[in-house]
């Protein structure tokens, strides 16, 4: 409601071209709120909104839209306005933006930085997709180890409102080598002329320039951290990344992994604006492999078609059957496959997952069992043998389920795959075909077909 009432503000005076009270209003509001409001307005209605804002402000503004809104309003102003906003944006977002661009709009965009906001950008382009250097900023505050308490401060008055953060600063020696950190709060308890390196924090943790970006949230995640340095293999210190990006980071990988447990392929683009055909093609090559690879099912069934005819009541039980070994093998790769991801669990672990797995697969198939026993003795008044068929069937799926559910996604990551691929779909598949020869297996024994 409240958003309603603020974009309706907005165009009132945007209409009566009251572009000073505009200004006025806008200043007052939170960034990432301005930016939500201005994605609720017509094109024209935004690219007015945005000219109206201050420059300094219009840069924080524009690190909160979407891609397509950020395009939008580059290619909409002239070179020299869009290379103040490239030059006022961190460099972790204005790379960001700028892989998402044409390379015609980069290179322009560059062409008109100033030389270095170049040379961060390109710095950090230089580093591997997903990698913890590429999501890293450069804008941080370091200090020599020689500084006294009063020069470091000075240091911080004079460069820190450019930075990312100053809540925590960096500690250097003659090599640019990350010898310690120290917090702003110690060097305002501190006396003037005590020297950073006697009161810096010695014990370092620091991720490297090629550390993939998960693990780098799996440490955020260990040591609480609201920023991380960035070394490279020589450990000097080439950027930090701040807490905001890893927030990003775990949502872009969640994301990532619901949509290939899913069984399609990971996008980067939101729902509503990824079209038909792109979303067809996510989608298509995980369907035929699995469409394929259900045809074993098929021809499970159709070797014992002559088992069917005699015992015809045995087809009414088989998708209970699949459906029952597909659920209990999702349940187990979720679990499992979070596990992983949280590092909770690792390949030495398979003999305990296992264990614990047919245990729990143990006393799931029998509830299950005594369940449908009872509704089939009560309700379908089948025979005694018929019930003991599905009931035993329904145990060993279950059985099978679990285990194929725990194991695969652990064998996965062992080989270098992405566990969240052996998820639910595939997974479902597998134990589909694996209770399908059970049943008959166990038919064939106890009914003698």
Not at 52 to 75: E, G, R, W
Not at 90 to 115: G, Q, T
Not at 323 to 343: F, K, M, Y
């Amino acid at each position: 409601m409240e958003q309603i009432q603020e974009i309706e503000i907005l165009r009132e005076l945007l209409d009566g071209k009251q572009y000073t009270k505009l200004r006025q209003h806008l200043a007052e509001l939170n960034d990432a709120d301005i930016a939500a409001l201005m994605e609720d307005l017509q094109e024209e209605e935004m690219l007015k909104c945005f000219r109206i804002l201050p420059k300094d402000l219009a840069a924080d503004v524009f690190s909160y839209l979407d891609v397509d809104n950020q395009h939008l309003i580059i290619t909409s102003l002239s070179e020299r306005e869009a290379a103040n906003i490239i030059d006022n944006l961190m460099a972790d977002d204005a790379v960001d933006m700028l892989e998402e661009m044409p390379a015609n709009v980069v290179k322009k965009l560059l062409a008109n930085a100033s030389p270095e906001t170049r040379r961060d950008i390109n710095q950090l382009l230089r580093y591997p997709e997903d990698s913890a250097g590429s999501i890293m900023t450069v804008e941080y505050v370091d200090l020599k180890e020689n500084l006294t308490v009063g020069q470091a401060i000075e240091r911080i008055r004079k460069v820190g409102v450019d930075r990312e953060t100053i809540n925590i600063c960096y500690v250097l020696d003659a090599q640019r080598k990350l010898v310690g950190t120290v917090a702003l709060r110690y060097l305002l308890l501190s006396g003037e002329d005590e020297v950073i390196s006697d009161i810096m924090h010695e014990n370092v943790i620091s991720v490297n320039t090629l550390m993939d970006q998960e693990e780098v949230a799996a440490q955020f995640k260990k040591y609480d951290f609201t920023a991380m340095p960035v070394v490279d293999n020589e450990d000097r210190l080439v950027g930090i990344i701040t807490v905001d990006d890893i927030v990003d980071i775990l949502e872009e990988e969640t994301t990532e992994d619901m949509e290939k447990m899913a069984a399609i392929v990971p996008s980067d683009k939101p729902y509503m604006k990824t079209g038909i055909w792109e979303t067809f093609k996510k989608r298509i090559p995980w369907l035929l492999l699995l469409m394929v690879s259900a045809t074993f099912t098929g021809q499970i069934i159709t070797s014992f078609e002559d088992a069917l005819s005699v015992y015809v009541a045995l087809t009414a039980f088989i998708p209970m059957l699949m459906d029952t070994g597909g659920n209990a093998g999702g349940q187990a790769s979720v679990t499992v496959i979070r596990g992983l991801s949280l590092g909770e669990i690792e390949y030495r672990d398979v003999p305990r997952v296992l264990w614990k797995e047919i245990r729990v697969a143990l006393l799931c198939g029998a509830a299950l069992a005594v369940a449908n026993f009872a509704k089939l003795m009560l309700f379908d008044r089948l025979s005694l043998e018929v019930a003991l068929v599905v009931c035993l069937t329904l145990v060993a799926a279950v059985i099978m389920a679990m285990v194929v559910g725990c194991v695969l996604p652990i064998l996965a990551k062992r080989i270098g795959f992405d566990p969240a691929v052996m998820a639910s779909p595939f997974i479902t598949t597998i134990v589909d075909a694996l209770s399908l020869l059970a049943y008959f297996r166990i038919a064939t024994v106890i009914l003698h077909i």
